[in-house]
């Protein structure tokens, strides 16, 4: 006998409906290796010194090609130059818990 | 024990807040990790800047009974500078992850602080006295020309202002090709472990140019890479004994003395999970951020998205306990998702092995008795600011009809995190750090 029994959402799987509905193409391991991957290469930057070097001899008295609009977008021609890269200078400045 | 009212309730004060009030917050200012050394006198702090704040707790007061020591700052220096690896096009942060105090030997103070990639020993010593009255050196340490000597003294100590000095004692360096979520110190003294994402070491704190692999969990292929290793501590009396926690939400307990590698775990950890519960979001939730060993070593504590866990040691197939830190938060899993919140990475800690104490959103944190099994939920702000009011319990309200003085899910700020909390070891004194300030409550003294 086929018994019909209405089902109770979880809220959980009610959240889970609505990411999918906002999010078609998501992918189909859940907590799998994307996020792993992505976890594992944090910091990760692209540039080349090889490339770079390379870039510079060829163009001699040249400007390189300064980066477009978006700093995080390195496609082409464009050669990421350590200008590109943040500034990452170390804190001068005394921690303000000790103010 | 916890809660308002009764003769043996803790009743929490405000004592102190360090740090900037602006709202404008600067990245290198938030806090990443606080920690009381083990006689509770001082407490450390490391932020996203690299750099470490010490504080000290005051000699008591006898006139003062009503109150505690206060912490003033005692040391603060850089510990860590931001790296850039060429070779991997890797930007090294210098945010300290971890520091872990070294029990006190002599005079001097060693802590142990890290990065994502390098462990550094730290001295704090204490200069309180300088050498005065020397023959062939003025006072600002300029020769003298030893023909205007014309007669011989001898150099004494005298007295000086206090100087706190931390010097780098030992560098532990290229050790881990992933990041570092953990460092624990051994109860011999001798060792410690640091956790990567994928492996853990064990180091000699005198040897920095090597260290062991002790557990290794890449796969061959990385595209079979399914769990991560998100927390480690050795256990606080069997010097043989460490545990791991996962990303799946499985704990791992290993015995050094089973074999070199410890690959193979002695004890494994892990709650069934119900099929019918599962969901895109189960793993997610389910990975473990944070664990913590009781101080007797008999429990053990994981943090997960949502809750809190008592392990017995003894029992690997459940929890003996678990507490909701904040279950309102499950039906908002798909706007934490996309605001990243659920990878939000919060720490718990013990008061002995009677309450465990934990954050939350909103500048919440949450407090669990085992014994009474209560709870409560205290908030860390400014407005609560006078010293010896017991702060009042915060409730959310997760949906239906709003009490006065509850606040609704929808209004909790996920801005404001408390990722970071600890206990003192002997007394009833905590620190809570929200994103960019340390607060310091006190039990009420009568």
């Known amino acids: ?99 | 024990f916890l809660g308002a009212g009764g003769g043996n309730d803790i009743q929490w004060c405000f004592s102190q807040v360090k740090g900037a009030v602006d709202d404008d917050v600067a990245e290198a200012d938030i806090i990443s990790t606080v920690e009381f050394n083990h006689s509770g006198e001082l407490l450390a702090t490391g932020d996203k800047g690299g750099r470490v704040v010490i504080f000290q707790q005051e000699q008591e007061n006898k006139t003062q009974s009503h109150s505690r020591g206060e912490y003033n700052v005692y040391s603060t220096f850089q510990s860590h500078e931001p790296e850039f690896d060429y070779l991997k096009s890797l930007e090294i942060e210098e945010k300290i992850n971890k520091i872990r105090w070294l029990p006190q030997k002599n005079a001097a103070q060693f802590l142990l602080s890290t990065n994502d990639k390098t462990i550094k020993l730290w001295k704090i010593s204490e200069r309180d006295k300088r050498p005065e009255g020397y023959n062939l050196k003025e006072e600002d340490g300029r020769y003298r020309d030893p023909t205007t000597v014309t007669t011989l003294r001898v150099p004494v100590f005298r007295p000086m202002d206090l100087m706190v000095e931390a010097s780098p004692r030992r560098i532990f360096a290229n050790a881990h090709t992933y990041h570092i979520n953990s460092i624990s110190i051994n109860s011999d003294y001798e060792t410690y472990l640091s956790a990567d994402d994928l492996r853990i070491n064990l180091w000699h704190l005198e040897i920095t140019d090597r260290s062991f692999n002790i557990v290794d969990i890449k796969p061959a292929n990385m595209e079979e890479l399914t769990e991560v290793i998100t927390a480690a501590e050795f256990h606080p009396n069997s010097c043989n004994t460490f545990v791991y926690s996962s990303s799946k939400g499985t704990i791992r307990l290993c015995d050094m003395r089973a074999s070199a590698l410890c690959d193979r775990h002695s004890k494994l950890f892990e709650e069934p999970e119900d099929p019918s519960n599962r969901s895109f979001f189960s793993e997610i939730i389910s990975s473990i951020s944070d664990v913590k060993f009781s101080h007797s070593g008999r429990y053990m504590m994981t943090r997960d998205y949502l809750s809190v866990k008592i392990w017995d040691l003894n029992m690997e197939n459940r929890p003996v306990e678990t507490y909701q830190v904040h279950e309102y938060l499950r039906s908002k899993l798909c706007s934490l998702y996309e605001n990243d919140c659920i990878f939000d990475k919060f720490e718990c800690c013990w008061n002995g092995s009677d309450i465990v104490m934990t954050g939350s959103y909103n500048n919440f944190f949450r407090m669990f008795d085992r014994n009474t099994k209560r709870d409560i939920t205290l908030e860390a702000s400014r407005e609560n600011n006078k010293p010896r009011t017991v702060l009042k319990p915060r409730k959310v309200c997760a949906s239906g009809k709003r009490k006065k003085d509850e606040i609704s899910v929808d209004s909790l700020d996920f801005n404001k995190k408390i990722l970071h909390t600890a206990w003192h070891p002997k007394e009833n004194i905590i620190a809570v750090a929200t994103t960019n300030n340390l607060y310091i409550f006190q039990d009420k003294m009568n």
């Open chain 1, 1 to 99: 006998q086929d018994t019909q029994e209405k089902e109770t959402v979880t809220p959980e799987r009610a959240e889970e409906a609505k990411l999918k509905a906002k999010y078609p193409n998501l992918g189909q391991k859940p907590g799998g290796s994307d996020f792993l991957m992505k976890r594992l290469q944090k910091g990760q930057k692209y540039f080349d010194s090889g490339d770079y070097n390379m870039a510079k001899a060829k163009m001699k008295n040249k400007q390189l090609p300064s980066a477009g609009p978006d700093k995080n977008l390195v496609t082409g021609d464009h050669i990421p130059t350590p200008q590109d890269l943040p500034q990452r200078k170390s804190s001068l400045v005394t921690s303000k818990l000790a103010g």
